[in-house]
C-alpha cells in the first residue's frame, strides 16, 4: 500500500514543463510515484513550429515526452503504459516502427485511438503512465 502524507492524503505533486503547451494544462502529475503525463505532441517548445511530416511530429512529441518524464524524476524506460492518438489510420504501420525503437526492451502496454487532434497541423499525441525512478 503507498505511504500517504500526514493528512492521509496521497503525495501528489505538478510538474511544469515551460513551452511545452499553450493549454491551461500540468505537463504531468506525480502521485504516490506513478507519473501520469498530459497528452505531448510534435510542437517545439523552443519555436512553437509543428513540423508537417508525421514521422517528424513523433520524433519532436517523443522528445517532448522524455524532458517531462524525466523533471518527474523517470524515464522512457519506466513508462508502462502509454496511450497513442493517430489523425490517420495509414500512419499506423509508420508509427509503429518509430515508436518501438524509443523502446528497445519490454514494450509498454499501449492503446491507439484514431481521432481528430485540437489542431489540423497535429498528426500525433502520445501520454504516458511512468513510475518514479529518482527523486520522488
Do not use: H
Not at 2 to 18: K, L, M, Q, T, Y
Not at 28 to 33: H, K, L, S
Not at 85 to 93: C, H, K, P, T, W
Amino acid at each position: 500500500m503507498a505511504e500517504a502524507n500526514a493528512a492521509g492524503r496521497p503525495r501528489a505533486r505538478a510538474i511544469e514543463a515551460p513551452g511545452l503547451s499553450t493549454s491551461p494544462l500540468s505537463a504531468a502529475w506525480v502521485v504516490d510515484g506513478v507519473i501520469y503525463t498530459s497528452g505531448q505532441v510534435g510542437r517545439d517548445p523552443k519555436t512553437g513550429e509543428v513540423p508537417s511530416e508525421m514521422e517528424d511530429q513523433i520524433r519532436v512529441a517523443m522528445s517532448n515526452l522524455q524532458q517531462v518524464l524525466q523533471a518527474a524524476g523517470g524515464s522512457l524506460a519506466s513508462v508502462v503504459k502509454t496511450t497513442v492518438y493517430l489523425v490517420r489510420r495509414d500512419d499506423f504501420a509508420a508509427m509503429n516502427t518509430l515508436y518501438a525503437g524509443y523502446f528497445p526492451g519490454a514494450k509498454p502496454a499501449r492503446s491507439t485511438l484514431i481521432v481528430e487532434l485540437a489542431r489540423p497541423d497535429l498528426l500525433f499525441e502520445i501520454e504516458a503512465i511512468a513510475y518514479v525512478e529518482t527523486g520522488g
